[in-house]
């Protein structure tokens, strides 16, 4: 039947005897909005399960040692059983260590392993180092593991071999994103959604994020866009193993590996989507890789892999819009946004200039098929050339703290590039804006 038609001729025959009945359709109204809210949790709880992938252990300690062990993946780029796996080394030692594999599904089998350290440690105790290990056609080994030398075989913290199945074309997408890390509580939720909305609108088909912590605001955001396979989320529980530091130097900011153990993840990142994406990009949260010539990232890098056939890392320059300076006309202060927390990126159009005798840091983009080791600014070891991407073609539109903060407005150049997006990029992010109001 028709409340509201009957609401209406009651209300206007005689307003007080439709009270009860106004009370009932409110908590009618009430119980069904709960029952919808029920669902969705439910249903999200069950879309959650699908992506197992955020229970699985990424870090474990190998026993006897303080060395963590994080993946382990076969790269027969360095010879046909070659499997390399990634670890957290503690410099001191022990320096020897022994490969365990499961051969056949079950029997243990030990071979030495040989241990390379990266070259980055920024003075920190604990380092990213490949362990190779060795294994024979025979073996059929599905599973890896690292002991020390001398110690009963013991299988079990045996870790699956990835990279079993490789391939150099045919891939799940072009272009994938590495976010090295997510801690503490990062509540820039608004900054994250129109970043995540830029990057598809560019062609991005998934963004990888190693999750320490992350806060409760921005967790609502992080499941939809794992829901909506735009997200990948990798477990990084580093607090529990070690005591990660905030900074990037040992003598500033103590602690026991570099920024939480982010060069550990970026080359994490190379080798899991390593047969999965044609180029990954390996850049922050806050930073967008834009294309200035190109309608998207993909025919940027169709036109760069034409004109430079062996190159295999692309070095982009970072920019900075300060995120204190506004531009003037509001055009971009929509009320919806207002309500999410965080940096509005499209209020951000004026750039630092360059300054003299600094070079502008820059991020990469890799052909990950090619990228032995990495660090953030550059690639350690690699099988092609490198090439930087000239300003004119593609750079980053970074918002943030400003870093020449003594220069007035006029002394900045206004750069428009993600305003170009605004037709697009507004109606994505009301959607998702609109879905995850901030709390009265
Ligand atoms: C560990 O070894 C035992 C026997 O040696 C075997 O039954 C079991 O399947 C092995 N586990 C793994 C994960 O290989
Ligand atoms: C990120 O990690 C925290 C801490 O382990 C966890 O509570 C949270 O659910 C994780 N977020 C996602 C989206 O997996
Ligand atoms: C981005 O560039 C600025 C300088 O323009 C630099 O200070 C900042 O550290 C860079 N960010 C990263 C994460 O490289
Ligand atoms: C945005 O709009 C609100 C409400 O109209 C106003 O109070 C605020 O000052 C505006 N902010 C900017 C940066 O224009």
């Not at 957290?88 to 051969?103: A, D, K, S, T, V």
């Not at 009320?335 to 003299?356: A, C, F, T, Y």
Request: charged share 20%; glycine share 4%.
């Amino acid at each position: 039947m028709c409340w509201f038609c009957f609401l209406v001729q009651c209300s206007l025959s005689d307003p007080s005897a439709c009270l009860p009945t106004i009370l009932f359709v409110d908590h009618l109204l009430k119980f069904t909005q709960d029952i919808c809210n029920f669902w969705f949790y439910l249903l999200q709880a069950i879309m959650d399960l699908r992506h197992l992938d955020k229970f699985k252990i990424t870090i474990s300690p190998i026993k006897g040692t303080r060395h963590l062990q994080v993946s382990a993946y076969l790269d027969e780029r360095k010879g046909k059983g070659t499997v390399r796996i990634i670890t957290m080394f503690y410099r001191p030692g022990p320096h020897e260590l022994q490969c365990i594999f499961n051969c056949n599904k079950g029997v243990p089998f030990t071979t030495p392993a040989q241990v390379e350290q990266h070259s980055d440690n920024f003075g920190f105790p604990f380092v990213t180092a490949d362990v190779f290990c060795e294994t024979s056609y025979r073996c059929k080994a599905t599973h890896v593991g690292l002991q020390t030398q001398g110690s009963v075989q013991n299988n079990d913290s045996l870790m699956p071999i990835q990279n079993l199945q490789q391939r150099n074309n045919g891939f799940e997408r072009d272009l994938t994103v590495c976010i090295s890390n997510l801690f503490g509580d990062y509540n820039n939720v608004l900054q994250f959604i129109q970043t995540m909305e830029v990057y598809k609108i560019l062609g991005i088909g998934r963004v990888v994020i190693y999750n320490t912590s992350s806060s409760h605001m921005l967790e609502k955001v992080l499941h939809y866009y794992v829901n909506e396979d735009m997200l990948e989320v990798i477990p990084w529980p580093i607090s529990h193993f070690l005591n990660p530091s905030r900074g990037w130097r040992f003598e500033e900011h103590g602690g026991d590996i570099h920024y939480f153990g982010q060069l550990t993840t970026l080359n994490d990142c190379i080798y899991r989507n390593m047969y999965k994406s044609r180029f990954l990009l390996l850049n922050d949260i806050d930073e967008i890789i834009a294309p200035y010539q190109h309608t998207n990232l993909n025919l940027m890098m169709d036109e760069l892999e034409k004109k430079q056939p062996d190159t295999c890392v692309f070095l982009v320059e970072n920019h900075t819009y300060p995120f204190n300076v506004f531009e003037d006309s509001g055009r971009f202060n929509l009320s919806l946004w207002r309500q999410v927390p965080g940096i509005n990126i499209m209020k951000h159009i004026h750039r630092e200039p360059d300054r003299k005798h600094i070079v502008n840091p820059i991020k990469i983009i890799v052909n990950p098929r090619k990228v032995e080791q990495t660090s953030v600014h550059s690639v350690l070891k690699r099988f092609g050339n490198q090439y930087r991407v000239p300003f004119d073609l593609c750079r980053i539109v970074h918002v943030r703290v400003p870093l020449q903060g003594h220069l007035s407005k006029e002394e900045l150049i206004v750069d428009t590039k993600l305003w170009e997006y605004h037709k697009e990029l507004v109606p994505r992010v009301n959607k998702v804006s609109f879905m995850h109001p901030a709390p009265p």
